[in-house]
Protein backbone atom coordinates (compact mmCIF):
# COMPACT_ATOMS: atom_id res chain seq x y z
CA UNK A 1 0.00 0.00 0.00
CA UNK A 2 0.95 3.72 -0.70
CA UNK A 3 0.39 6.59 1.99
CA UNK A 4 1.00 10.02 0.51
CA UNK A 5 3.76 8.64 -2.10
CA UNK A 6 5.41 6.56 1.13
CA UNK A 7 5.12 2.50 -0.15
CA UNK A 8 4.60 0.26 2.89
CA UNK A 9 4.93 -3.26 3.05
CA UNK A 10 8.02 -6.38 2.42
CA UNK A 11 10.99 -4.97 1.18
CA UNK A 12 10.18 -0.81 2.56
CA UNK A 13 11.20 0.54 5.98
CA UNK A 14 8.69 -0.01 8.60
CA UNK A 15 6.09 2.73 8.60
CA UNK A 16 6.18 3.96 12.08
CA UNK A 17 3.46 5.65 13.76
CA UNK A 18 3.31 7.79 16.79
CA UNK A 19 -0.13 8.02 18.47
CA UNK A 20 -0.96 11.07 20.66
CA UNK A 21 -4.25 9.59 21.61
CA UNK A 22 -5.05 11.45 25.24
CA UNK A 23 -1.39 12.59 25.90
CA UNK A 24 -2.26 16.19 25.22
CA UNK A 25 -3.98 16.84 28.42
CA UNK A 26 -6.06 18.95 26.31
CA UNK A 27 -3.61 21.64 26.04
CA UNK A 28 -3.55 22.21 22.50
CA UNK A 29 0.31 23.40 22.72
CA UNK A 30 1.32 20.20 24.36
CA UNK A 31 -0.23 18.13 21.34
CA UNK A 32 1.77 20.59 19.04
CA UNK A 33 4.89 19.66 21.03
CA UNK A 34 4.04 15.84 20.55
CA UNK A 35 4.09 16.47 16.75
CA UNK A 36 6.80 18.30 16.77
CA UNK A 37 8.37 15.55 18.79
CA UNK A 38 7.19 12.66 16.83
CA UNK A 39 9.00 14.21 13.39
CA UNK A 40 12.30 15.16 15.70
CA UNK A 41 12.46 11.41 16.67
CA UNK A 42 12.19 9.89 13.82
CA UNK A 43 8.52 8.75 13.18
CA UNK A 44 6.97 9.11 9.56
CA UNK A 45 3.25 9.78 11.16
CA UNK A 46 1.40 10.64 13.73
CA UNK A 47 -2.00 9.85 14.71
CA UNK A 48 -4.77 11.51 16.41
CA UNK A 49 -8.29 10.04 17.55
CA UNK A 50 -11.24 11.19 16.29
CA UNK A 51 -14.35 10.85 18.92
CA UNK A 52 -16.26 12.96 21.47
CA UNK A 53 -17.31 11.07 24.23
CA UNK A 54 -21.42 11.77 23.08
CA UNK A 55 -20.03 9.78 19.59
CA UNK A 56 -18.55 6.90 21.89
CA UNK A 57 -21.01 6.42 24.65
CA UNK A 58 -23.60 8.13 26.95
CA UNK A 59 -23.71 9.56 29.82
CA UNK A 60 -25.04 6.72 32.49
CA UNK A 61 -24.45 5.89 36.27
CA UNK A 62 -26.02 2.38 35.13
CA UNK A 63 -23.39 -0.15 35.93
CA UNK A 64 -22.46 -1.42 32.91
CA UNK A 65 -21.28 1.80 31.67
CA UNK A 66 -18.72 1.84 34.63
CA UNK A 67 -15.32 0.10 33.83
CA UNK A 68 -14.54 -2.79 36.09
CA UNK A 69 -11.40 -4.33 37.58
CA UNK A 70 -8.22 -5.10 35.00
CA UNK A 71 -7.49 -1.90 33.46
CA UNK A 72 -5.76 1.52 34.32
CA UNK A 73 -9.09 2.61 34.29
CA UNK A 74 -11.19 0.96 36.86
CA UNK A 75 -13.78 2.40 38.15
CA UNK A 76 -13.93 5.19 36.19
CA UNK A 77 -17.44 6.24 33.97
CA UNK A 78 -16.85 5.74 30.20
CA UNK A 79 -18.25 9.22 29.38
CA UNK A 80 -16.01 10.86 31.99
CA UNK A 81 -12.93 8.84 30.55
CA UNK A 82 -13.83 9.74 26.92
CA UNK A 83 -14.46 13.46 27.76
CA UNK A 84 -11.07 13.65 28.93
CA UNK A 85 -9.16 11.73 26.38
CA UNK A 86 -10.45 12.96 23.47
CA UNK A 87 -8.94 15.51 20.82
CA UNK A 88 -10.76 18.48 20.59
CA UNK A 89 -11.65 18.43 16.85
CA UNK A 90 -11.57 22.59 16.32
CA UNK A 91 -7.28 21.48 16.88
CA UNK A 92 -7.23 18.68 14.23
CA UNK A 93 -7.36 21.00 11.31
CA UNK A 94 -4.68 23.11 13.09
CA UNK A 95 -2.42 20.29 14.00
CA UNK A 96 -2.57 18.90 10.51
CA UNK A 97 -1.43 22.02 9.17
CA UNK A 98 1.72 21.68 11.50
CA UNK A 99 2.41 18.29 10.16
CA UNK A 100 2.13 19.12 6.84
CA UNK A 101 4.68 22.19 7.22
CA UNK A 102 7.03 20.11 9.31
CA UNK A 103 7.19 17.15 7.05
CA UNK A 104 5.22 14.25 8.93
CA UNK A 105 2.41 12.84 7.95
CA UNK A 106 -0.92 13.03 9.84
CA UNK A 107 -3.85 11.10 10.09
CA UNK A 108 -6.75 9.88 12.53
CA UNK A 109 -8.67 7.00 13.98
CA UNK A 110 -12.73 7.99 13.09
CA UNK A 111 -14.93 6.62 15.44
CA UNK A 112 -18.03 7.22 13.39
CA UNK A 113 -19.66 8.44 10.22
CA UNK A 114 -19.19 12.52 10.97
CA UNK A 115 -15.39 11.74 12.18
CA UNK A 116 -15.00 10.50 8.53
CA UNK A 117 -16.54 13.31 7.49
CA UNK A 118 -14.70 15.86 9.14
CA UNK A 119 -11.33 14.00 8.63
CA UNK A 120 -11.61 13.99 4.74
CA UNK A 121 -13.09 17.61 4.97
CA UNK A 122 -9.41 17.73 6.03
CA UNK A 123 -7.64 15.70 3.89
CA UNK A 124 -5.99 13.11 5.81
CA UNK A 125 -3.76 11.07 3.99
CA UNK A 126 -5.25 7.48 5.20
CA UNK A 127 -7.65 6.55 7.91
CA UNK A 128 -6.90 4.03 10.93
CA UNK A 129 -9.88 1.52 12.56
CA UNK A 130 -9.36 0.81 15.98
CA UNK A 131 -9.50 -2.91 17.38
CA UNK A 132 -12.56 -2.05 19.10
CA UNK A 133 -14.28 -0.77 16.20
CA UNK A 134 -13.60 -3.86 13.70
CA UNK A 135 -16.87 -5.24 14.29
CA UNK A 136 -18.86 -2.01 13.46
CA UNK A 137 -19.00 -3.41 9.52
CA UNK A 138 -21.37 0.36 8.90
CA UNK A 139 -17.85 2.12 9.92
CA UNK A 140 -15.18 -0.11 8.40
CA UNK A 141 -17.68 0.01 5.02
CA UNK A 142 -18.25 4.11 5.28
CA UNK A 143 -13.86 4.86 5.86
CA UNK A 144 -13.51 2.48 2.89
CA UNK A 145 -16.14 4.36 0.70
CA UNK A 146 -13.28 7.22 1.29
CA UNK A 147 -10.93 5.27 -1.18
CA UNK A 148 -7.98 6.12 1.42
CA UNK A 149 -5.44 3.73 2.26
CA UNK A 150 -7.01 2.36 5.51
CA UNK A 151 -4.72 0.35 8.75
CA UNK A 152 -6.82 -1.78 10.84
CA UNK A 153 -6.24 -2.94 14.67
CA UNK A 154 -7.13 -6.46 14.97
CA UNK A 155 -7.29 -6.26 18.74
CA UNK A 156 -9.35 -8.50 20.44
CA UNK A 157 -10.87 -10.24 16.91
CA UNK A 158 -11.53 -13.52 15.98
CA UNK A 159 -10.13 -14.54 12.62
CA UNK A 160 -13.53 -15.20 11.55
CA UNK A 161 -13.90 -11.68 12.62
CA UNK A 162 -11.37 -10.11 10.92
CA UNK A 163 -12.13 -11.78 7.48
CA UNK A 164 -15.61 -9.99 8.19
CA UNK A 165 -14.36 -6.86 8.26
CA UNK A 166 -11.42 -7.40 5.68
CA UNK A 167 -14.88 -8.52 3.31
CA UNK A 168 -16.39 -5.37 4.00
CA UNK A 169 -14.12 -3.37 3.57
CA UNK A 170 -13.29 -5.06 -0.32
CA UNK A 171 -16.95 -5.20 -0.86
CA UNK A 172 -17.29 -1.35 -0.08
CA UNK A 173 -14.24 -0.63 -2.58
CA UNK A 174 -11.64 -0.53 -0.46
CA UNK A 175 -8.03 -1.42 -1.96
CA UNK A 176 -5.61 -0.78 0.00
CA UNK A 177 -5.84 -1.93 3.43
CA UNK A 178 -2.85 -2.54 5.78
CA UNK A 179 -3.84 -4.91 8.95
CA UNK A 180 -2.09 -4.79 12.83
CA UNK A 181 -2.15 -7.83 14.99
CA UNK A 182 -2.72 -5.84 18.83
CA UNK A 183 -3.18 -7.08 22.11
CA UNK A 184 -5.81 -4.93 23.41
CA UNK A 185 -4.45 -4.94 27.17
CA UNK A 186 -3.13 -1.48 28.59
CA UNK A 187 0.03 -2.20 29.27
CA UNK A 188 0.41 -5.66 27.00
CA UNK A 189 2.35 -8.24 28.81
CA UNK A 190 4.80 -9.33 26.40
CA UNK A 191 4.26 -13.20 26.89
CA UNK A 192 0.35 -12.23 25.28
CA UNK A 193 1.57 -10.62 22.18
CA UNK A 194 2.29 -13.52 20.07
CA UNK A 195 4.09 -11.63 17.25
CA UNK A 196 4.62 -14.75 15.24
CA UNK A 197 0.78 -14.23 14.44
CA UNK A 198 2.06 -10.83 12.14
CA UNK A 199 3.34 -12.95 8.85
CA UNK A 200 0.43 -15.24 9.12
CA UNK A 201 -2.27 -11.73 9.49
CA UNK A 202 -0.43 -10.82 6.18
CA UNK A 203 -0.81 -13.47 4.05
CA UNK A 204 -3.58 -15.02 5.28
CA UNK A 205 -5.47 -11.34 4.00
CA UNK A 206 -2.86 -10.77 1.22
CA UNK A 207 -2.30 -7.19 2.86
CA UNK A 208 0.67 -5.71 4.67
CA UNK A 209 0.51 -6.47 8.96
CA UNK A 210 2.05 -5.35 11.35
CA UNK A 211 2.21 -4.32 15.04
CA UNK A 212 0.07 -1.94 17.46
CA UNK A 213 1.77 -2.37 20.75
CA UNK A 214 1.02 -1.61 24.08
CA UNK A 215 3.73 -3.38 25.93
CA UNK A 216 5.82 -1.22 28.01
CA UNK A 217 9.10 -0.23 26.07
CA UNK A 218 10.12 -1.32 22.96
CA UNK A 219 11.95 -4.40 22.29
CA UNK A 220 8.19 -6.24 21.42
CA UNK A 221 8.23 -3.51 18.16
CA UNK A 222 12.10 -4.45 17.12
CA UNK A 223 11.04 -8.02 17.61
CA UNK A 224 7.99 -7.25 15.18
CA UNK A 225 9.83 -5.90 12.18
CA UNK A 226 12.81 -9.04 12.63
CA UNK A 227 9.57 -10.65 12.00
CA UNK A 228 8.25 -9.10 9.09
CA UNK A 229 5.70 -6.18 10.71
CA UNK A 230 5.59 -3.46 7.76
CA UNK A 231 3.92 -0.74 10.06
CA UNK A 232 4.79 -0.03 14.03
CA UNK A 233 1.98 2.27 16.09
CA UNK A 234 2.90 3.04 19.13
CA UNK A 235 1.64 5.45 22.06
CA UNK A 236 3.65 8.60 22.43
CA UNK A 237 3.83 11.04 25.34
CA UNK A 238 5.88 13.87 26.62
CA UNK A 239 6.71 12.68 29.90
CA UNK A 240 5.09 9.33 31.43
CA UNK A 241 5.05 11.66 34.80
CA UNK A 242 2.33 13.96 33.71
CA UNK A 243 -1.05 11.64 34.30
CA UNK A 244 -3.06 11.04 31.44
CA UNK A 245 -5.25 8.14 31.02
CA UNK A 246 -2.34 6.23 28.14
CA UNK A 247 0.67 7.97 29.45
CA UNK A 248 1.38 4.69 31.72
CA UNK A 249 1.88 2.40 28.64
CA UNK A 250 3.30 5.71 26.25
CA UNK A 251 6.79 6.27 24.95
CA UNK A 252 8.72 9.18 26.04
CA UNK A 253 11.02 10.91 23.53
CA UNK A 254 14.07 9.30 23.79
CA UNK A 255 12.64 6.12 23.85
CA UNK A 256 11.19 6.95 20.59
CA UNK A 257 14.25 7.91 19.09
CA UNK A 258 15.69 4.78 20.25
CA UNK A 259 12.87 2.70 19.30
CA UNK A 260 13.30 4.04 15.81
CA UNK A 261 16.70 4.06 15.47
CA UNK A 262 16.73 -0.01 16.64
CA UNK A 263 14.59 -0.62 14.03
CA UNK A 264 16.46 1.13 11.56
CA UNK A 265 19.56 -1.22 12.42
CA UNK A 266 17.31 -4.15 12.41
CA UNK A 267 16.28 -3.58 8.77
CA UNK A 268 19.44 -2.88 7.83
CA UNK A 269 21.04 -6.35 9.88
CA UNK A 270 17.88 -8.85 8.05
CA UNK A 271 19.13 -8.04 4.78
CA UNK A 272 18.50 -11.03 2.41
CA UNK A 273 19.51 -14.77 2.29
CA UNK A 274 23.09 -14.83 1.31
CA UNK A 275 26.14 -16.86 1.90
CA UNK A 276 28.66 -14.67 0.36
CA UNK A 277 32.25 -12.95 2.01
CA UNK A 278 31.38 -9.48 2.52
CA UNK A 279 33.95 -6.81 1.94
CA UNK A 280 34.97 -6.59 5.93
CA UNK A 281 34.68 -9.89 6.27
CA UNK A 282 37.21 -10.70 3.36
CA UNK A 283 39.99 -8.47 5.86
CA UNK A 284 39.21 -11.50 8.25
CA UNK A 285 40.09 -14.41 6.15
CA UNK A 286 43.60 -14.00 6.53
CA UNK A 287 43.00 -14.94 10.50
CA UNK A 288 41.28 -18.32 9.70
CA UNK A 289 44.09 -21.42 10.75
CA UNK A 290 46.22 -22.84 8.04
CA UNK A 291 49.26 -25.23 7.66
CA UNK A 292 52.38 -24.03 9.40
CA UNK A 293 55.96 -25.77 9.59
CA UNK A 294 56.52 -25.24 13.15
CA UNK A 295 59.76 -26.67 13.52
CA UNK A 296 63.10 -26.21 11.18
CA UNK A 297 62.79 -29.18 8.77
CA UNK A 298 65.45 -30.42 6.26
CA UNK A 299 65.58 -31.39 3.08
CA UNK A 300 63.87 -35.09 2.54
CA UNK A 301 62.67 -34.66 6.22
CA UNK A 302 59.10 -36.07 6.33
CA UNK A 303 56.22 -34.19 7.26
CA UNK A 304 54.93 -34.95 11.05
CA UNK A 305 52.72 -34.07 13.75
CA UNK A 306 55.82 -32.44 15.51
CA UNK A 307 57.18 -30.25 12.70
CA UNK A 308 53.45 -29.78 11.08
CA UNK A 309 50.33 -27.56 12.59
CA UNK A 310 47.28 -25.91 12.06
CA UNK A 311 47.69 -22.75 13.67
CA UNK A 312 46.63 -19.10 12.61
CA UNK A 313 47.18 -16.90 10.74
CA UNK A 314 45.78 -18.19 7.31
CA UNK A 315 48.89 -17.70 4.88
CA UNK A 316 49.28 -21.67 4.92
CA UNK A 317 48.24 -24.40 2.74
CA UNK A 318 43.82 -25.62 3.44
CA UNK A 319 43.62 -27.07 6.63
CA UNK A 320 41.76 -30.05 4.94
CA UNK A 321 44.97 -30.84 3.28
CA UNK A 322 46.80 -32.26 6.53
CA UNK A 323 46.21 -35.88 5.64
CA UNK A 324 47.51 -35.56 2.06
CA UNK A 325 50.66 -33.60 3.56
CA UNK A 326 51.81 -35.65 6.55
CA UNK A 327 54.33 -38.51 5.39
CA UNK A 328 55.85 -36.41 2.92
CA UNK A 329 58.65 -34.99 2.65
CA UNK A 330 60.51 -31.32 2.35
CA UNK A 331 61.58 -29.78 -1.03
CA UNK A 332 64.19 -27.89 0.73
CA UNK A 333 65.35 -26.57 4.14
CA UNK A 334 62.46 -24.85 5.81
CA UNK A 335 62.18 -22.49 8.55
CA UNK A 336 60.17 -22.56 11.71
CA UNK A 337 57.47 -20.22 10.99
CA UNK A 338 57.12 -20.87 7.10
CA UNK A 339 53.49 -21.31 5.96
CA UNK A 340 53.39 -24.20 3.72
CA UNK A 341 52.72 -24.26 0.30
CA UNK A 342 52.91 -26.58 -2.62
CA UNK A 343 56.62 -25.96 -3.99
CA UNK A 344 57.51 -27.03 -0.11
CA UNK A 345 56.60 -30.63 -0.51
CA UNK A 346 57.91 -33.68 -2.80
Known sequence: MEIAGRRIGAGHPAFIIAEISANHGQDYEQAARLVRLAKECGADAVKLQTYTADTLTIKSDQPWFQIGAGTLWAGRQLHELYGEAYTPWEWQPRLKALADQIGILLFSTPFDATAVDF?????????????????????????????KPVIMSTGMASLAEIHDAVTAFREAGGRQLALLKCTSAYPSPPEEMNLRTIPHLGEAFGVPAGLSDHTLGYA???????????????????????PGPD??????????KAMVDAIRVTERALGSVSYTVTEKEGASRIFRRSLFVVADVRAGELFTAQNLRSIRPGFGLPVKQLPEVLGRRAARDIVRGTPLSWDLIV
Not at 132 to 145: K, N
Not at 230 to 242: D, G, P, W, Y
Open 247 to 256: SAFSLEPAEL
Open 220 to 242: VPVAAVALGACIVEKHFTESRAV
Open 119 to 147: LEAMEVPAHKIASFELVDLPLVRRVAATG
